[in-house]
């Protein structure tokens, strides 16, 4: 199998990734903050040091690091957990549903209101459309940092600058861009960011982060925590309170080595996907009959159409004759396909990671030219 | 290391379990119910399969079984997901923080009241009792079937049929059952139930189940579901409504194998854990300054305190002198502390599963001989 579909799950896990998660199933499978044991603390003290790896390299601190089942737990909690009765929040069409169903469930509950921001014609939303867009009663933003469609690149930086002008909160989803592209949230100005493990982190399905700077949230699952257990309300406190239950200690792990593996070597990571990318889109753009979606490198995602074939169609055919996994349809993300128009058939998307072989892209390539042009 | 803290996390895996979840981080690393490719699909009928057997097992049907990041997530969801305003809940002092926390939050939102029972001096909660708190707005009867302190385990049948008489959901909080005792969902008239993975299934941590039956809940977490993608609400369909976000595939692959090993082997899990826990029940009750809590040898939980020793110290010692690991304070469920008037100290619990040995149970009763007669 040719795996194009890593901004889906990043297929192959570095070694050490593997070995740490089987390592939790064996000599780390017991609960860490919860029991006064050894091995007990020895593992609740490795996991402060991945607290303490996340804060460090996201410029955070090591309590604001809240572990979650995945990028969509996570940005429900930031959502949710901050959500200010009658307010408005901004954001844009290249949300993914675990953005836009839990803002339209904001509206029902807490008579939210929603802004939804379109991009130039290079995916690229002006950050001067949210200075024009705030109202009286703005309190967030909420930006999609890179497409999971389109892997559009967001200027998080200067929508940074903004939001901490107007004193609103800012969201950055960093589900496609963690891994790929180092984020400072002191310098951006970002009040919580939310990440993906098992993507551009290498890590196991299971497992995402919250990062919390400079906001408090309320809990949206309640459980125990192993502190206050006499307290029949729910903590507030960073991170016990909002991460109620047994943790997912194979997704720590895992996770922590999947961070090492990204900051020891992100420069040949971005090397590999900007180059596969870049080398994809060349090629593709000559193909006739083809539009592309994507014109960021960066990212590794390409997403296209074929004309008068479906998305479906297309990801059948490179997988039944070609044995190339890619994926198609709306990638949870409708608002971007009903600005692109392809709403009815949606798009191809193939999606590079730095396990990708310069071979898989030929030979992607070669197959996409002969379904559009047959 | 002796390990007795197998209500909290079984420890020892069976070997399938692991082999699988490593597996999942292999073979399939990948996203099944987004894609289309074969070895996407192949692990959706393996994920279809895990349903089936979970639905045959519980009496339901596979699309009931909603997977979800624990036992605390299942509670919550069953919880917060079935909530009627101004309603009310009969509940028992046995309940875990994941239940008397998100209760509490519900009484604020939802102006909720619950009535908690009392049990006999067995440990038991009287049917009858329920019958006799039901009111006019009562509407969910919850029951910690075994008590994760004590491992009093509750008649659910009779509590069931009650439940069924009067028209009243029913939540079994399966946590600490599952795995020790057979539930059947249909027989028992139970329209929720909650598992953990991690315990009595030897499986993975960070991987749960709510099995529903004959109740339409409303989601509490929003996102995409790989399903009406083009919609702006969240599906309530079952199960995809309820599991937004990319699964922890290595978690439902090891909790697969997990049900299969305890189906196989169920009669010597269960000869194994009420003799040793028998032996163990028995030894304790003859040293002098020991009080015991439990009284059940079919839960393979054993709480005790040593008269004059606070039970972290207990624990501690068992730890430092003789590398045995135990569990002590108030085990996240305060109300039964209360009730027992160990709120301040807590109790030790030992708790046994498949793996324990004999030696290991003689080892920690001489142990606590000596700390208790020292």
Do not use: W
């Amino acid at each position: 199998m040719i795996y194009l579909d890593n901004s889906s799950t990043s297929h192959k896990k570095p070694f050490s990734v593997i070995i740490e998660q089987l390592k939790a199933l064996t000599f780390y499978s017991i609960n860490p903050s919860r029991a006064g044991y050894n091995r007990a603390i020895k593992l609740s003290e490795k996991i402060f040091k991945c607290r303490e790896l996340f804060a460090n390299y996201f410029s955070s601190l090591p309590e604001n690091i809240i572990f979650t089942s995945g990028c969509t737990a996570s940005l429900n909690l930031a959502i949710l957990g901050s959500a200010k009765r009658n307010g408005h929040i901004i954001t844009t069409i290249f949300e993914h549903n675990s953005v836009l169903r839990t803002l339209e469930h904001l509206k029902e509950t807490h008579n939210i209101t929603y802004t939804i921001l379109t991009p130039n014609k290079n995916g690229v939303i002006s950050p001067n459309d949210i200075s024009k867009y705030i109202k009286q009663n703005t309190y967030m933003v909420i930006i999609n940092h890179t497409s999971n469609v389109t892997g559009a690149t967001q200027d998080i930086e200067s929508i940074g600058k903004i939001c901490k002008k107007n004193n609103l909160l800012f969201l950055v989803d960093g589900a496609q861009s963690v891994g790929h592209e180092k984020i400072d949230m002191q310098k951006y100005n970002i009040n919580l960011l939310t990440i993906a493990g098992h993507k551009g982190l290498y890590a196991s399905q299971g497992i995402g982060v919250l990062i919390i700077n400079n906001v408090q949230l309320q809990p949206i699952i309640y459980g125990g925590t192993g502190t206050h257990s006499d307290k029949i309300k729910q903590p507030i406190d960073y991170p016990d309170g909002f991460e109620s239950g047994t943790q997912n200690i194979p997704g720590i792990l895992s996770l922590y080595e999947g961070l090492k593996f990204v900051i020891k070597n992100q420069e040949k990571i971005n090397k590999k996907i900007f180059n596969l990318t870049k080398y994809l889109l060349y090629k593709l753009n000559r193909i006739k009959n083809v539009t592309i979606f994507s014109n960021t490198p960066n990212s590794g995602v390409v997403s296209f159409i074929i004309k008068n074939v479906d998305s479906a169609e297309v990801s059948n055919i490179l997988d039944s004759s070609y044995n190339i996994a890619t994926r198609s349809g709306l990638h949870c993300a409708p608002l971007v396909h009903k600005y692109y128009n392809t709403l009815k058939n949606g798009m191809t998307r193939i999606s590079i990671n730095y396990y990708t072989k310069k071979h898989h892209i030929t030979k992607v390539i070669k197959a996409i030219e002969k379904i559009a042009l047959t």
